[in-house]
């Protein structure tokens, strides 16, 4: 206790001599530790934020994109029906008539394939113009 | 005394920190252990949202893969009138036009009102107005960029805080769309084969707005169409927006399947466009006709008039919305000769050129008279057929016999339903012979004393025409998911019953020939570039009379029934008129319209013309031709 007295006030609060850098470069790297595992839970945090925005954006366009894409499949298929065809025929006077049958030329190399009757092959769909003979499901 | 100090002063810090930290984890444990049921289920409600996610409805096509009925998504426009306040006039008159609803009633609905008082006595606002259902995308894109121009005049900026809130409100929160998503309908071709789609109805949920088949194809598919719906469950910020991050279940709904029907479009039209001329002609109560594959029993095109817009059924009365063809019953008339020709020729009870004294017309038997158009004398059995003689016909019941006749018409597909995938159908009225009344056996041999539906005539005929073979009438081609894979292997052409021998079945059709040729009934129903085969049908209407049905004049129904090429048929087509007016026989009303559906038909399903016929006809014009013509 005497001894301690003794100690002049400025030396007393001085550093002690014995600092050992071991364990200083322990703490540090420590705390470099802690800071980089912090930044990088943020960056991945900011990343998973920035991420859902964009897949957000993304479902919406791809929202939108369907929902254009209905609305044209709507629009064709009205512009497809024989009503609206006939309407424009007539609108634009384009003076389309039926031909007569004389006037149809049928080509000899693709007759007409009446399926045979005692067939199991008798199913019979017209696609496009073309048949299609479909065996019996 | 400095060491007293700053134990004492560290002693009383501490003992405020550990004080500190005491209520800090009392509150702790109050908040997490006592109240956790509570605060969770409230932070849940806060962030966690979960969304039922519709599933489109399947697409109705024809046999060419043209949709006839497919589905958008929509929004249901609804208004917090709360937050509009005093500015409805204004607010309706921006969206009357977008809205295509009258101003003042938008402005009514769009008013603030009191729905009840709490039990404090403050009222409580309406604050969930539905303003219009079914609203298109784009013209909810409009509706939202034209609200954020709702009294532009003020300027919120120089306004207090409160106030530039309840304008922000009015022009982004006050009018929005219902989170509940919606569908609608939509028939490209309008009313084209409305019969057989049928409708659809929206029933309002709790959680979600359902679309369910009406009638039609929409109501017997409904299973296949709806699609199975998927959630999302997830959870938001401050602001309300979802956070992905924390998305915990999302399921992807799956849409309806596509029912792919065996009517075609374009043939469907041309007998619409053909019914709707002959109604004008004849304004009869309705018209209907079905045209029928006879190989296969495929239903090519299916319609009745009046019809209806499937976009707006409620705006028709509830009578246009029936399929006659399947739903009413009729005395077929003569048509229905072919079931007791063909049975008697099946049986050998007649041969074709067996002959039969028609009594000049006037037939008594049992007390009561039997009358035919023109009085005939002795007719060959073909000429029965050819000239429609009620008399003889008759006579060939009597020898056929009332159990073999009976036998004959169920055979035929007649007092039973054919099965085709329409609701509604009924069986008709065949009676069982202990029924019948003494003169029975000659009534219904020419088609009276027997209630048909459209349906069963033309399958009956299209057995006929089909070597004998009854086929099940077959309106689903397929049934195919979303990617366009079939997934329905079931629907294929089923033959019931042969009915008849094909041996029978080409006597028939040699008989049939001769009606729409010239001394038949149905001249007018001939084809130019085929031979058609085909029976004609009038029949008095039986009206009730002070309460008992009798046989009035001037109320008939007029058919045709018949099909080509004769010797292999491509197509089979009924034509039944209920009522017309400006003529009343089936040659005469029928026929013509047979006659232009077939000719167009022909044209539009590409059948070769008969050789013989195009030579015969080739050589008339040539020889018809000028001179001149002929030499350049």
Not at chain 2, 66 to 83: E, G, H, I, R, Y
Not at chain 2, 325 to 336: H, K, L, M, Q
Request: proline share 5%.
């Amino acid at each position: 206790m005497k001894e301690t007295d003794d100690i002049p006030l400025d030396e007393r609060s001085a550093p002690a001599p014995g600092v050992q850098i071991g364990t200083a470069l322990r703490v540090f790297c420590f705390c470099v530790f802690i800071g980089a595992v912090s930044v990088g839970y943020l960056y991945q945090k900011n990343q998973l934020e920035t991420l859902g925005r964009e897949i957000r954006a993304k479902e919406k366009e791809l929202d939108r994109l369907k929902k254009l894409n209905e609305l044209n499949r709507d629009k064709l298929a009205r512009m497809q029906t024989h009503r609206y065809l006939d309407m424009k025929v007539k609108q634009l006077r384009l003076g389309l008539v039926e031909p007569r049958e004389e006037q149809i030329l049928r080509l000899e190399e693709a007759p007409y394939a009446s399926v045979p009757r005692e067939s199991a092959r008798r199913y019979v769909r017209r696609s496009a113009g073309a048949e299609v003979a479909q065996s019996l499901r | 005394m400095i060491k007293e100090f700053k134990f004492g002063r560290l002693t009383l810090l501490a003992c405020l920190l550990v004080g500190a930290y005491c209520a800090l984890g009392v509150r702790l444990v109050d908040l997490q252990v006592r109240q956790h049921e509570a605060l969770t289920s409230e932070a849940e409600d806060n962030t966690k949202r979960s969304a039922l996610r519709e599933p489109r409805r399947g697409e109705i096509r024809d046999i060419q893969g043209n949709p006839m009925a497919a589905s958008v998504f929509v929004k249901t426009v609804c208004a917090d009138p709360t937050l509009i306040g005093d500015y409805h006039v204004d607010t309706a008159r921006i969206l009357a036009p977008l809205l295509q609803m009258r101003e003042t009633e938008l402005a009514e609905k769009l008013k603030p009102r009191i729905l009840r008082y709490a039990t404090n006595g403050d009222p409580v606002f309406n604050q969930y107005v539905v303003l219009k259902r079914k609203v298109r995308n784009e013209t909810w894109e409009r509706i939202r960029s034209a609200m954020t121009n709702v009294a532009s005049h003020v300027s919120v900026k120089e306004l207090p805080r409160k106030e530039r809130r309840f304008y922000y409100n009015l022009r982004h929160a006050a009018v929005f769309a219902d989170r509940r998503e919606d569908q609608l309908r939509v028939y490209p071709n309008g009313g084209l084969g409305a019969h057989v789609l049928g409708y659809v109805r929206t029933d309002e949920e709790k959680t979600s707005l359902e679309t369910r088949g009406q009638y039609g194809v929409e109501s017997e598919f409904d299973r296949y169409l709806d699609g199975t719906k998927g959630f999302r469950e997830y959870e938001r910020d401050s602001r309300g927006r979802e956070l992905v991050t924390y998305r915990r279940a999302d399921y992807e709904p799956t849409p309806g399947m596509n029912v792919i029907l065996t009517i075609d479009s374009g043939l469907q039209y041309i007998v619409e466009t053909e019914l709707i001329e002959a109604w004008k002609k004849h304004t009869p109560l309705s018209v209907s006709a079905v045209a029928v594959r006879p190989r296969t029993g495929e239903i090519l095109a299916l319609a009745t008039l009046p019809n209806f817009d499937p976009h707006h059924p409620g705006n028709f009365q509830l009578d246009t919305l029936r399929n006659r063809i399947v739903a009413d019953s009729y005395e077929p008339g003569s048509t229905f000769k072919i079931v007791v020709v063909a049975g008697a020729l099946n049986d050998g009870t007649v041969t074709l050129n067996d002959r039969f004294d028609c009594e000049q017309g006037l037939f008594r038997y049992k007390g009561v008279n039997l009358h035919d158009h023109h009085g005939y004398g002795m007719l060959s059995v073909e000429e029965i057929i050819t000239k429609s003689s009620n008399i003889g016909s008759a006579k060939i019941g009597l020898k056929m016999g009332g159990a073999r006749l009976q036998k004959y018409i169920k055979d035929f597909g007649f007092g039973a339903r054919s099965g085709i995938q329409l609701p509604g159908e009924i069986p008709g009225i065949v009676n069982p012979m202990k029924k019948w009344s003494g003169i029975s056996i000659t009534r219904i041999p020419m088609g009276h004393e027997i209630g048909v539906t459209a349906l069963q005539l033309v399958m009956a005929m299209s057995a006929i025409a089909n070597d004998g073979k009854l086929m099940k009438p077959m309106l689903i081609d397929r049934i195919e998911n979303s990617e366009g894979e079939t997934v329905s292997p079931y629907f294929f052409p089923t033959e019931i019953r042969q009915t008849i021998s094909p041996k029978t079945a080409k006597l028939m059709v040699q008989a049939l020939k001769t009606v729409p040729r010239k001394g038949g009934t149905a001249p007018q129903a001939a084809l130019e570039h085929y031979t058609v085969a085909g029976k004609t049908g009038t029949a008095q209407k039986p009206v009730k009379v002070n309460g008992r049905y009798r046989y009035v004049k001037g109320k008939y129904f007029a058919s045709f029934c018949g099909f080509f090429p004769a010797d292999d048929p491509e197509i089979c087509i009924l034509v039944v008129f209920d009522e017309p007016k400006n003529g009343y026989y089936g040659g005469t009303v029928a026929g013509p319209v047979f006659q232009r559906i077939a000719r167009r038909a022909a044209k539009y399903m590409n059948i070769p013309p008969e050789p013989e016929l195009l030579e015969r006809l080739e050589l008339t014009r040539l020889k018809s031709a000028p001179m001149t013509a002929r030499r350049n």
